[in-house]
């Protein structure tokens, strides 16, 4: 039998829930909950799009690797975010997904059109 955990998603908008296997990422979990946590890359790291603070039991979450250290530098123990691809459950958690910001580039482009 499968461990599953369950995942808490919570923002001004509402709450979602699901329960989801060890290993899952909060990306994948947010799908299967329609909790809106963003991408622009479909979960590769490359966007930055699907940053989500974890509001309970951080410890409940794969450390960060060197691609997520790349992408948000290591200030996880101050802010308290991290990338929803790249984060996997191995614990029940609590967490808020945080609004998409544009890349610098495109917000610029976007002024100008
Ligand atoms: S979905 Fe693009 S970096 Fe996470």
Known sequence: MTTRYSVRFVNSSGEWSVEVEHGTD????SRMCDAP????CNGIGACVQCKVRVLENPEN???PQTLEKDKMGNIFHITGERLGC?????????IEPLPARLPKK???????S
């Open 37 to 40: 946590v963003q991408t622009l």
């Open 86 to 94: 790249q984060a996997k459950v191995e614990g029940p958690v609590v």
């Open 61 to 63: 979450l794969s450390d």
């Open 106 to 112: 495109k917000r610029m482009r976007l002024r100008r």
């Open 26 to 29: 909060l990306l994948e979990a």
